[in-house]
């Protein structure tokens, strides 16, 4: 008989949900699933190219915010970075 207990399968994280700018201009998102692992951080990119990292648990970023640039989201845990969120125009 084989009494190995299985544990569930870490993977990357999912994409953060909601990325809005707020009225502060603030890119903010709310966290999906961790992947089993807990979240680190997220990383943030404009126009594709990775610009800042920022520690757990933030949820927002203010940075140097450009008109006309599209701004993704992407969370990373132990076992990588998960897939970008939708993009987002500053306007």
Known sequence: ?????????????????????????VLAWQNSSDGG??????????????????????TSWSGDISSGTAYTVAAVNAVGEGPKSRSVRAT
């Open 1 to 25: 008989m084989n009494n190995r207990v299985m544990r569930p399968r870490r993977r990357k994280p999912d994409a953060p949900v909601g990325v809005v700018f707020t009225v502060e201009t």
């Open 37 to 58: 692992s807990p979240l680190l951080g997220f990383r943030i990119y404009a126009d594709g190219e990775l610009i800042d990292t920022i520690a757990t648990p933030a």
